[in-house]
């Protein structure tokens, strides 16, 4: 058996169409099979080669699909990879990982009963330069870590599709399980774990509903703080103009600190500098500009299913946690009152 995977998609909509399936290719695996519910997502596919199914039991019967890359709206998570860990499929299942906590918990339990290989596909950790900022931190370069600052924003109002005609699943309380903070907030919460190898383990939040028609937040600020005192503090919303800057991961210590810039999200490149803190002296970091955070995940767990000792940077617990952060960002959300005297 070689190095090439062959992989299954369930939901063959903006993310697999446009970043995984060219992931897969760039990465010389195999899109052996999708299923998908809708016509127009399984024709895209067919164009890409894939045998299609209308529903997941077809993909489960392909011997050739290995791992699965499930990217349907939130809340159709769950289902898929309760049938995948039944079938002994591995599985690389977007996040969040599902639009509840109480869907992630089975999820988790049927992945442990299925002893399948699973992880959620937390692209921004291979970035390659996030990858580099973790090495920097690693060798001391900013000294001791005291906070995290992470801004990841867009503009998403309600017309916003992926393909025409595409339901906007986003805005959908009971299909996202949230707005701006329960989509693009999970991102940032993984990256602070990924890099400073510890996770968050208090968090607050306030959500805003400012710009935008629907029913779920456009807006929040999130605050957390990881069990050694490394604080976290996280911008994110579907209300910022996408032409204006919106992509920011800093790393702030006591001898320096790691910025970067436009390198949040789904393509390769962006800026990594490195920030003296005697001289205030900024230097360029290197890394490969080239390789998308989608291919080196393609990479990444194409070769931890080959080699199951690497399969330690995957937890579902780890991403559990996550998941029961999210919801204790809403829950204070909702209980936080403007103190009056
Ligand atoms: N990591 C990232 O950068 C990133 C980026 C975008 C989306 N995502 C995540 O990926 C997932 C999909 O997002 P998207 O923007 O691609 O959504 P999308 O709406 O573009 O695509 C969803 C696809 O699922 C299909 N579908 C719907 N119901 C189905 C069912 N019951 N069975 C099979 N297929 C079904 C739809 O026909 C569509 O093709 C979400 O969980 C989202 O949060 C992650």
């Not at 024709?43 to 019967?61: P, Y």
């Not at 639009?99 to 299925?114: F, N, Q, W, Y």
């Not at 339901?167 to 400073?196: Q, S, T």
């Not at 330690?312 to 996550?322: I, K, P, V």
């Given at each position: 058996?070689?190095?090439?995977?062959?992989?299954g998609?369930?939901?063959?909509?903006?993310?697999?169409?446009?970043?995984?399936?060219?992931?897969i290719?760039a990465?010389g695996?195999?899109?052996?099979?999708?299923?998908?519910?809708g016509?127009?997502?399984r024709?895209?596919?067919?164009?890409?080669?894939?045998r299609?199914?209308?529903?997941?039991?077809?993909?489960?019967s392909?011997?050739?699909?290995?791992?699965?890359?499930?990217?349907?709206?939130?809340?159709?998570h769950?289902?898929?990879v309760?049938?995948?860990a039944?079938?002994?499929?591995?599985v690389?299942?977007?996040?969040p990982?599902?639009?509840?906590?109480?869907?992630?918990?089975a999820?988790?339990?049927?992945?442990?009963?299925?002893?399948?290989f699973?992880?959620?596909?937390?692209?921004q950790?291979?970035?390659?330069?996030?990858r580099?900022?973790?090495d920097?931190?690693?060798?001391?370069?900013?000294?001791?870590?005291?906070?995290?600052?992470?801004?990841y924003?867009?503009?998403?109002?309600?017309?916003?599709?992926?393909?025409?005609?595409q339901?906007?699943?986003?805005?959908?309380p009971?299909?996202a399980?949230?707005?701006?903070?329960?989509?693009?907030a999970p991102?940032?919460?993984?990256?602070?774990?990924?890099?400073?190898?510890?996770?968050?383990?208090?968090?607050?939040?306030?959500?805003?509903?400012?710009a935008?028609?629907y029913a779920v937040?456009?807006?929040a600020?999130?605050?957390?703080?990881?069990?050694?005192?490394?604080?976290a503090?996280?911008h994110?919303a579907?209300n910022?103009?996408?032409?204006?800057?919106r992509?920011?991961l800093?790393?702030?210590?006591?001898?320096?600190?790691?910025?970067?810039?436009?390198?949040?999200?789904?393509v390769?490149?962006?800026?990594?500098?490195?920030?003296?803190?005697?001289?205030?002296?900024?230097?360029?970091?290197?890394?490969?500009?080239?390789?998308?955070?989608?291919?080196?995940?393609v990479?990444?767990?194409?070769s931890?299913?080959?080699?199951?000792?690497e399969?330690?940077?995957?937890?579902?617990?780890?991403?559990?946690?996550?998941?029961?952060?999210?919801?204790?960002?809403?829950?204070?959300c909702?209980?936080?009152r403007?103190?009056?005297?």
């Amino acid at each position: 058996m070689g190095d090439s995977i062959g992989w299954g998609i369930v939901g063959y909509g903006w993310v697999a169409r446009d970043y995984m399936a060219p992931g897969i290719r760039a990465a010389g695996h195999r899109l052996v099979a999708v299923s998908d519910s809708g016509q127009a997502s399984r024709a895209a596919a067919e164009a890409e080669g894939a045998r299609t199914h209308a529903d997941i039991a077809g993909l489960l019967s392909e011997p050739e699909v290995e791992a699965v890359y499930v990217a349907t709206p939130n809340h159709l998570h769950r289902e898929a990879v309760e049938a995948l860990a039944a079938s002994g499929k591995a599985v690389l299942c977007e996040k969040p990982m599902a639009a509840s906590l109480s869907d992630a918990e089975a999820m988790v339990a049927a992945v442990s009963k299925g002893g399948i290989f699973y992880g959620t596909a937390f692209d921004q950790r291979h970035h390659p330069a996030h990858r580099a900022m973790r090495d920097a931190i690693r060798q001391g370069r900013i000294g001791a870590v005291t906070t995290i600052r992470i801004v990841y924003a867009c503009w998403l109002d309600r017309a916003w599709t992926s393909f025409a005609g595409q339901d906007n699943w986003r805005i959908d309380p009971l299909k996202a399980g949230g707005g701006a903070l329960m989509d693009l907030a999970p991102h940032g919460i993984d990256l602070v774990d990924f890099l400073l190898d510890e996770s968050i383990e208090d968090i607050a939040a306030l959500t805003q509903a400012r710009a935008q028609d629907y029913a779920v937040d456009d807006g929040a600020l999130l605050i957390g703080r990881t069990g050694s005192g490394i604080l976290a503090n996280l911008h994110v919303a579907y209300n910022c103009p996408d032409a204006l800057p919106r992509r920011r991961l800093e790393a702030i210590g006591t001898k320096g600190a790691l910025t970067a810039i436009d390198t949040m999200g789904q393509v390769a490149g962006g800026t990594l500098s490195l920030t003296d803190g005697v001289s205030g002296q900024a230097q360029a970091l290197s890394f490969d500009a080239e390789a998308s955070p989608f291919l080196e995940q393609v990479r990444a767990f194409g070769s931890a299913l080959r080699r199951p000792a690497e399969r330690d940077a995957y937890s579902a617990e780890r991403d559990l946690h996550t998941m029961r952060l999210l919801a204790r960002a809403y829950e204070g959300c909702r209980t936080a009152r403007v103190v009056e005297d």
